[in-house]
């Protein structure tokens, strides 16, 4: 099963690999939001000149000698670059600032916008000191600042407590805050922790962590548990995995004992 997986990462590393060359022959320099396409050569003299293309969105790119087609698109108002084949094919690539997803479409395991497999362009690791410079108990402010954010906070059923969803390029999560001090956070795309990303199956956290792995059962899903693991020097923050139906890590969350709440700020 290890060697079907590491087969599976080197396919979807490929994929992903395969279409960056492919778009750096094109020598897509960059996408943008406005402004017209532009044509620069690059060379001159014997060899044909190259030119830089920035495409907004909407444009199509296709390279038929590659057997590929990639769309400036986007996704709740952040731009990727969405990547198949011409003709009917097994992957989809997606391309954003932050990360890369692979989407097997033959894989009967798959599950609707979790990607098989992701990588990360500019990594947020996750640890138990939290990620991107934001520690449990940083201010908003500091929050906003170090992750390039603006949270929109909506306050809850108990006192001082708060709660804001954003997302800086391919990372997308949500914060809670208690007196405007960080306590929690969750994510859903572009973190990752020790080897452990979205879409990866459970059983890789409990060979990460081993026996501190631990599980508390969801109230609302009958038969779900989402997993935590406490840190072992103070001031044992903790790190949460929810499991999809099909035991693949949809979330993952750092914090204090609120990490672990359901309800948010209910």
């Known amino acids: 099963m290890r060697k079907l997986a590491e087969q599976k990462l080197a396919v979807g590393a490929g994929i992903a690999l395969g279409v960056a060359v492919t778009l750096g022959v094109l020598a897509v320099a960059r996408q943008g939001g ?51 084949r011409t003709s009917a094919g097994r992957y989809q690539v997606i391309f954003w600032k932050d990360s890369v997803d692979v989407y097997d479409l033959l894989d009967p395991r798959r599950e609707p916008m979790v990607p098989t497999v992701s990588f990360n362009w500019v990594a947020w690791p996750v640890g138990f000191a939290g990620t991107h410079g934001v520690r449990t108990g940083a201010s908003v402010a500091t929050a906003e600042r170090r992750w390039h954010v603006r949270l929109l906070l909506h306050s809850g059923g108990s006192p001082g407590c708060a709660t804001a969803s954003f997302r800086a390029g391919g990372v997308i999560g949500a914060a809670m805050f208690i007196d405007r001090r960080l306590r929690a956070a969750w994510f859903t795309s572009g973190v990752v922790v020790r ?45 949460r995995f929810d499991p999809s139906p099909k035991g693949r890590v949809v979330s993952i969350g750092f914090g204090d004992r609120n990490v672990l709440v359901v309800e948010g700020c209910a």
Not at 67 to 74: D, F, I, M, N, P
Not at 208 to 233: D, H, K
């Open 34 to 84: 406005g402004g017209d396409k532009r044509r620069q050569p690059v060379t001159a003299g014997a060899n044909p000149p190259r030119h830089v293309y920035t495409i907004r969105r909407g444009d199509v790119i296709r390279v038929p000698g590659a057997g590929t087609r990639c769309e400036a698109s986007g996704e709740g108002g952040v731009p990727n670059l969405f990547c198949t």
């Open 195 to 239: 080897g452990i990303r979205i879409g990866s199956p459970i059983p890789l956290v409990r060979r990460v962590f081993g026996a501190r792995v631990r599980s508390l059962p969801n109230p609302y899903i009958r038969g779900r548990r989402y997993y935590y693991v406490a840190s072992t020097q103070a001031p044992h923050t903790l790190l």
